[in-house]
């Protein structure tokens, strides 16, 4: 039985120039491995997203991807300070993103919503004061 | 519509050293924010932005989009001009504005795709 390719990134939440380089190297990894373009996108957007939020919001954190025989699955897990409100978060348009990242063309409110949108499972957990954890899934 | 039609109609200046620039483009977008982009955006494969910033290439990575135009005679820098060019993404830059950018692409036949619904 061949085993799952996993892919680790640690993501430095101090520099906003360099987000979603993790999310661009799995993109790379997934492409060239075969997996199909339409897959290859879903997970792409849904990791940068996440991506994107551990920087804004939680100083950074870890993404892993596994890869089966017909499922990507996408972890992501900061320290960040927590999300009061899931339900909340989950709104589109809601957003707690500081002023200087809305210049930077985000904190719109649209990450989580999207993460869900672009894939098949998507479980969402979070302690305040602790951190937070997305675990999500593309079938393909 | 090829992207040297673009370059032609908006009188751009070619930024990247990628890509063919004769090849074929379906569709645009115009917008200043990365979310919404990467909320509603479909197949579209041309960003039209006045936003310069490292993100709106990471977006147009994500997207599969072929061809970023900065409006607004935004200047792109070194850095982002490379990045563009690691993943195969002209960049051109425009003195038009975002509305008036849109305004001749549509005009000249380049439409705006199918948007993604929202859940």
Redesign the interface.
Known sequence: MTENIKLHYDVDGSDFTMAGEASSDAKRVLKKIGIPSETVRRVAIAMYEGEINMVIHADGGTADIEIGEHTVTIKLVDQGPGIPNIELAMQEGWSTAPEEVRNLGFGAGMGLPNMKKYTDTFEITSEVGVGTKVIMTVNF | MKVTEIVKLLNCEICTDCGDIEREVNSACGS?????V??FVKEQSVLLTG?V????V??A????MRCIVFVRGKQPDE?LIKMAEE?DIIVLKTKERLYQACGILYHNGLRGGEACS??
Not at chain 2, 61 to 64: F, L
């Open positions: 200043d924010m990365m979310s919404d990467l909320a936003l910033n490292a993100q709106v990471r977006t990575e994500m997207m599969d850095a993943a929202a859940n």
